[in-house]
């Protein structure tokens, strides 16, 4: 079976320098780049409903660009005024940079782990032991945050602010793939949410995670890409290696 077309399930990317672009020109491959979900802030509605207030808090912990989007948005269509001495706690350098989209940038008020990961903000959190944390979070998370918050004990309030819902297919849209790349186990169920009979169409999977990985097996479909590994740490290098079997497969049965 020849690779002509495949879906990726996620936006396109800004620069032309990703190596999708390359992949796709290199091996005469249609690559279309249509996310399977977004991330949608919750309404004031709901939010006025878990009864927390973001005033009541002197510093806001930001986990992902995300969080960063839907807190600001929100915390817009709530009218609300944020202080110029509110303090914000991002993740990554990569996040707390972002934040300028919204705020203007001050050291003595934007503080970033160095590891990327929730407990690089440990002694950031430590060393201003004295405020009061709101953390934007989605409807669906890890514990991570709330264990360290609670580990160093600061007061703290977790809020659901976003949520991930399906990007959901028009009916005017076909699913005319060879290969769908799936990264979450919410794209998957937005695939067969839309496409109940996708598991007939005899379209080839590729997975980038474990996670992902486990819930399309467990939803009964095969994986014929899977990433990383430790011959492809990427989606494409794991798609480079694939066409290369392809091309070898094809060429011993010509």
Do not use: W
């Amino acid at each position: 079976m020849e690779l002509k077309k495949i879906l990726v399930s996620q936006p396109k990317p800004a620069s032309d320098k990703s190596p999708y672009f390359s992949f796709a020109e290199d091996n005469k491959i249609d690559i279309v780049f249509r996310p399977l979900i977004k991330v949608v802030s919750v309404s004031t509605k709901e939010f006025r409903q878990q009864k927390v207030s973001i005033l009541d808090h002197t510093a806001v912990v930001f986990t992902s660009r995300h969080a960063v989007d839907h807190f600001f948005k929100l915390s817009k269509n709530l009218r609300l005024e944020l202080p110029d001495d509110m303090k914000y706690f991002c993740v990554s350098e990569a996040v707390a940079l972002y934040i300028q989209k919204y705020v203007q940038y001050r050291k003595r008020k934007v503080f970033f782990g160095n590891t990327g990961r929730i407990d690089g903000l440990r002694q950031a959190i430590i060393k201003h032991d004295d405020e009061s944390y709101f953390v934007p979070m989605s409807d669906v998370h890890k514990d991570d945050m709330r264990l360290l918050l609670e580990e160093v004990g600061v007061d703290h309030t977790l809020a659901v602010m976003y949520r991930t819902v399906a990007a959901d297919f028009t009916p005017d849209e076909k699913l005319d793939y060879d290969m769908i790349i799936l990264f979450s186990p919410s794209g998957l169920h937005c695939l067969l949410k839309n496409f109940p009979d996708f598991a007939e169409r005899k379209i080839k999977v590729a997975t980038f995670g474990a996670a992902t990985a486990k819930a399309v097996t467990e939803a009964g479909l095969d994986i014929t890409v899977e990433a990383p590994t430790v011959k492809a740490p990427s989606m494409v290098a794991a798609l480079q290696l694939y066409v290369k079997e392809l091309k070898k497969s094809n060429r011993v049965k010509q």
